[in-house]
């Protein structure tokens, strides 16, 4: 399920194939994906993702989706994605924290709880900055294999 892009916000675009095919079907999937893509460490605990959540990060897909390919075809991005994008960016990402492990191990956790909304600011400002960012837009590249539209650095 899970393509490392290079980028967060790549790596959700990879969970739809471009014949259509999801990866996100529902709530257990969603979580599988933010826990292979790092947002979510594997330990912390996360309530029910409903059908709220799995539409909200296939919104955020389709509009990310949608202007990175216009900066890549260097034609104007689509105005209600881009309002889109910057309203979820400029969220509040999850709090992080250091706790100890069984091990004694400094690792990271989430504090505050999980939030939908944090959770699609950090995939958003990953957006932003990508496609504000000269140098990864440089290395921005398209698959180009056959039925392939991947995005990459």
């Not at 993702?49 to 799995?54: F, T």
């Not at 709880?113 to 290395?139: F, H």
């Amino acid at each position: 399920m899970w393509f490392d892009s290079g980028r967060v916000c790549l790596d959700l675009l990879a969970t739809r194939t471009p014949q259509g095919a999801e990866a996100i079907h529902d709530g257990d999937e969603l979580r599988l994906w933010l826990v292979g893509a790092g947002l979510v460490p594997d330990r912390t605990p996360l309530g029910r993702l409903g059908p709220d959540w799995v539409e909200a990060f296939r919104r955020l897909r389709r509009d990310v989706d949608s202007l990175v390919r216009a900066e890549l075809a260097g034609s104007a991005p689509e105005e209600d994605a881009l309002a889109r994008v910057n309203a979820a960016a400029a969220g509040p990402p999850p709090g992080v924290c250091a706790v100890r492990d069984r091990e004694g191990h400094l690792v990271r956790e989430l504090c505050g709880g999980v939030e939908c909304a944090g959770l699609l600011a950090t995939v958003a400002r990953d957006a932003v900055e990508l496609l504000t960012d000269p140098g990864d837009l440089a290395l921005l590249r398209s698959c180009g294999g056959d039925g392939c539209a991947r995005l990459y650095l």
